[in-house]
């Protein structure tokens, strides 16, 4: 059966990219749960990742560096029908959007965020981004990245994220399991991808990973915080991937319709007509 979300377009990334599994992977998550092409959005910021949304056949919102999540978010919020994906590198996520990161953690909207993180600033020739491991080498730090590496895995999972995820670009089916589970999410659901850069990260190739991703067992319980955790900081000769935690609770939306269902208690200040007496009492 014709994949309704496939596209013509030439892809402009470089042979043997991360990006291509990533894209593979999210075309037929989104054909096997169902979705139709005109009810998908994806918004995107700056980098080789945030050209992905330009090669399926869905809405598109391409906006500025870093900006994507607040985008995606503003788009849920005027109209919730919508499944909203927010997409791009770890650079432009991390990086530049790390703070709109947080904040979407906490206020929880429904809406899907996946990362591509190849630990290299790909479109801008090769920097360290937020992601490199200390020590990594680049036409720009060319003795070594002085920074220890962001784990967003962890800080999301310590902030109480309702969805933490890792795939691998590397195993297509797998990560397609993952990312169909966190389209399915209700509430916000970050997805982590390892993907290798052929072109700037010599270092995390596809053989390097397949070398040291396993998948989490059913012994792991993703509702356990301290767990999941501790679980986030293992990194090195063994990396963890799938589903590190799960919170249900309300999301955004649900706590504003709550809210708004209730107008007494919107305005908590003196009723219109009162406060036109009270000034004009003031005036005499």
Not at 242 to 264: D, L, N, R, W
């Amino acid at each position: 059966m014709h994949n309704p979300f496939e596209s013509d377009l030439e892809i402009a990334w470089c042979p043997g990219c991360g990006n291509f599994g990533i894209l593979k992977a999210l075309k037929e998550a989104l054909f096997e749960l169902g979705y139709k092409p005109q009810r998908v959005v994806l918004v995107s910021g700056i980098g080789q990742a945030a050209k992905l949304p330009h090669y399926l056949r869905v809405n598109v919102f391409n906006g500025l560096h870093g900006r994507s999540i607040p985008a995606a978010f503003a788009i849920k919020a005027a109209n919730p029908e919508l499944l909203v994906i927010a997409e791009s590198g770890d650079g432009c996520m991390y990086g530049e959007g790390g703070n709109h990161l947080l904040h979407a953690i906490r206020r929880n909207p429904d809406i899907t965020v996946i990362v591509h993180d190849n630990q290299v600033y790909g479109l801008t020739k090769g920097q360290a981004s937020p992601t490199s491991e200390e020590g990594f080498v680049s036409k720009v730090q060319t003795l070594g990245a002085l920074s220890s590496p962001f784990h967003p895995l962890s800080v999301a999972i310590a902030q109480d994220a309702s969805f933490v995820a890792r795939g691998f670009s590397g195993d297509i089916e797998g990560l397609k399991e993952i990312l169909k589970k966190a389209l399915s999410w209700k509430g916000f659901a970050l997805v982590d991808v390892l993907q290798p850069c052929v072109t700037f990260n010599r270092v995390n190739t596809f053989g390097w990973y397949k070398e040291r991703v396993y998948y989490l067992g059913e012994d792991h319980d993703p509702g356990n915080q301290i767990r999941a955790f501790e679980k986030s900081l293992e990194w090195g000769q063994k990396i963890p991937l799938g589903i590190f935690y799960m919170h249900p609770k309300p999301t955004y939306q649900e706590k504003f319709y709550a809210q708004v269902s209730q107008p007494h208690l919107l305005y908590r200040g003196p009723l219109p007509e009162e406060a036109v007496t009270r000034e004009l009492q003031l005036l005499v």
